[in-house]
T-cell receptor, first 107, second 114 residues
Framework: EDKVVQSPLSLVVHEGDTVTLNCSYE??????LLWYKQEKKAPTFLFML????IEKKSGRLSSILDKKELSSILNITATQTGDSAIYLC???????FGAGTRLTVKP | GAGVSQTPSNKVTEKGKYVELRCDPI?????LYWYRQSLGQGPEFLIY????????DSGLPNDRFFAVRPEGSVSTLKIQRTERGDSAVYLC????????????FGPGTRLTVT
């Protein structure tokens, strides 16, 4: 059965810290891995990864895929309180989501 | 531009009743997805439309759940004989052409079955 596992489930840091969130997957038909940020209601798109080893970057956020290890990481540097959210990853044709990592950034 | 919209934003219904949830995707997006999200969980895939047809409905939990997209734009998720376990936030997303493209999510409909 396809599965997507995110770790840690929750994380509390202070402003300025750097965090690394993990997503590992086992899916029968991999096409892409997507990262989303969910604050109140709708998840908002962050990154789509299809190729191994190529880092995608947007401001303080970056992500990379490792197809050999069947995993991806999402890095956030110099965290701010506005980064507090649930970070979701989704994989596969049927967009299977992990349970998410709840990040809390304290001032 | 307009994003994905969903109506109603909240729906409270009694056990056993029928409900319809509506999703208006971004104009021009041919792919449309329905998800269900319970507290503390990631979104759970229900069904994916490409145009008017359901390309993948493997996530529908049982035959009480049905979705349509008759003209390839607006979609309606229909739940018959609702049960308390159906209470969740129902999210809709659309993408340009399919699963190779990023999805844009609507704000969701919070369904509460009493």
């Amino acid at each position: 059965e396809d599965k997507v596992v995110q770790s840690p489930l929750s994380l509390v840091v202070h402003e300025g810290d750097t965090v690394t969130l993990n997503c590992s997957y086992e899916v029968t038909n991999f096409r892409s891995l997507l990262w989303y940020k969910q604050e109140k209601k709708a998840p908002t798109f962050l990154f789509m990864l299809t190729s191994s080893g190529i880092e995608k970057k947007s401001g303080r956020l970056s992500s990379i895929l490792d197809k050999k290890e069947l995993s991806s990481i999402l890095n956030i540097t110099a965290t701010q309180t506005g980064d507090s959210a649930i970070y979701l990853c989704a994989v596969g044709n049927d967009m299977r989501f992990g349970a998410g990592t709840r990040l809390t950034v304290k001032p | 531009g307009a994003g994905v919209s969903q109506t109603p934003s909240n729906k409270v219904t009694e056990k056993g009743k029928y409900v319809e949830l509506r999703c208006d995707p971004i104009s021009g997006h041919t792919a449309l997805y329905w998800y269900r999200q319970s507290l503390g969980q990631g979104p759970e895939f229900l069904i994916y439309f490409q145009g008017t047809g359901a390309a993948d409905d493997s996530g529908l939990p049982n035959d009480r759940f049905f979705a349509v997209r008759p003209e390839g734009s607006v979609s309606t998720l229909k739940i018959q004989r609702t049960e308390r376990g159906d209470s969740a936030v129902y999210l809709c997303a659309s993408s340009l052409a399919g699963t190779a493209y990023e999805q844009y999510f609507g704000p969701g409909t919070r369904l509460t079955v009493t």
